[in-house]
């Protein structure tokens, strides 16, 4: 199972959706984006490669953001991208990284994808209150 997270920082998570371990990441980004309203002023949208695709780039400007993500290894056609704001994409990793200390995320105990999701909202809950 893969957890897709659109978060605002390395504390706070805006929304986040399941996915099964095979299916392709592209898809569940443009549901989350597309699910979340853009705010009012210019805002960075730091995405990781799984995420680099035409189509999420596209549709994350006409939503108002500014794409950061670097293009994949094997791409034949080149971006640009800020180099030095994409290095603020740590803070997801260690957002994750703290939703894993909870040992039932980590290890999946759950067999109902609501009932996982669930204990990975408490967790948000819990790690944002302390």
């Known amino acids: 199972t893969k957890i897709h997270t659109l978060a605002a920082s390395e504390r706070f998570a805006i929304n986040f959706s399941l996915s099964s371990g095979a299916a392709n990441d592209s898809p569940q980004g443009m549901r989350l984006l597309h699910f979340t309203p853009p705010g009012k002023q210019k805002q960075y949208l730091l995405m990781d490669r799984a995420y680099s695709g035409k189509k999420m780039r596209i549709a994350a400007v006409e939503l108002g953001y500014t794409p950061v993500v670097p293009p994949k290894r094997n791409y034949k056609e ?22 894993k200390r909870f040992r039932r995320i980590f290890t999946r105990y759950d067999k109902l994808d609501i009932v996982f999701a669930g204990f990975i909202l408490l967790a948000m809950i819990i790690d944002s209150l302390v």
Do not use: A, G, S
């Not at 800020?82 to 939703?99: G, H, P, S, T």
């Open 78 to 99: 080149k971006w640009e991208y800020d180099e030095e704001r994409y290095k603020q994409r740590n803070e997801i990793e260690r957002f994750f990284r703290r939703l």
